[in-house]
C-alpha cells in the first residue's frame, strides 16, 4: 500500500489531542469542584502540554524505525519509561537538593510537566528557562528525527520486504 509514512505519526497526534481534549473537560470539572478560577495562566499551560506532545512524537519518531527491525525495541522502551515515569515529578513536587533534584533537573520532561502543572493551579511556572531550552531542543530533535526517519524507511522496507 502506498501511502505517506507520515501518516502514521499525524494519526497518533490525532488519538493524542482527541484523549486530551477529554481530559480538558475532565479537568474542568476538577477545577470547578476545588473551586479554582480560570487565569490567563491556563493558556500558558496549553505551550507546556505542547511541548510534552512534540516530545512524545520525538520519542515516538526516533525509536520507531529501530521498532520495525527489532521488536525488543518496543518491549525495552515500555520498561524504560515505564522507570522514567516515576523519575517525573508527576504527583510529587521536585526535590530542591540532592540527587533526586539532579535527576529531576536533568529530566527533560520534568519542566515541561511541572511548568503546565503550575499553570494550570496558577502558581508561577518555576524554572521558565529550563522550558525555553527543552522546548527548543525538542523541536530541533523533532526535525532531525523527521529527517532521520525519512532517510530510514525507505532501507528498513527493503529489508522487511527481503525476509
Excluded at 490567563?40 to 520507531?64: E, K, P, R
Excluded at 533534584?101 to 496558577?122: D, E, H, Q, T, Y
Excluded at 523541536?139 to 523527521?146: K, N
Aim: glycine share 6%.
Amino acid at each position: 500500500i502506498n501511502f505517506k509514512r507520515e501518516a502514521l505519526f499525524l494519526a497518533a497526534l490525532g488519538e493524542v489531542v482527541f484523549n486530551f481534549l477529554v481530559r480538558v473537560v475532565l479537568l474542568a470539572l476538577v477545577l470547578a469542584v476545588y473551586k479554582i478560577p480560570p487565569s490567563v495562566n491556563l493558556v500558558w499551560a496549553a505551550f507546556g502540554v505542547l511541548a510534552l506532545i512534540l516530545f512524545g512524537m520525538l520519542v515516538g519518531m526516533t525509536f520507531a524505525p529501530f521498532n520495525i527491525v527489532y521488536k525488543d525495541i518496543e518491549y525495552g522502551l515500555f520498561t524504560l519509561l515505564s522507570v522514567w515515569f516515576f523519575m517525573t515529578p508527576v504527583v510529587y513536587s521536585a526535590a530542591p537538593l540532592g540527587m533526586p533534584a539532579i535527576i529531576a533537573k536533568l529530566n527533560p520532561v520534568s519542566p515541561m510537566f511541572s511548568a503546565a502543572r503550575n499553570w494550570i493551579l496558577g502558581l508561577p511556572a518555576g524554572p521558565g528557562e529550563d522550558l525555553l531550552i527543552y522546548s527548543v531542543c525538542t523541536v530541533t530533535l523533532m526535525f532531525l528525527g523527521w529527517v532521520l526517519f525519512r532517510l530510514a524507511i525507505p532501507h528498513i522496507i527493503e529489508r522487511a520486504g527481503s525476509q
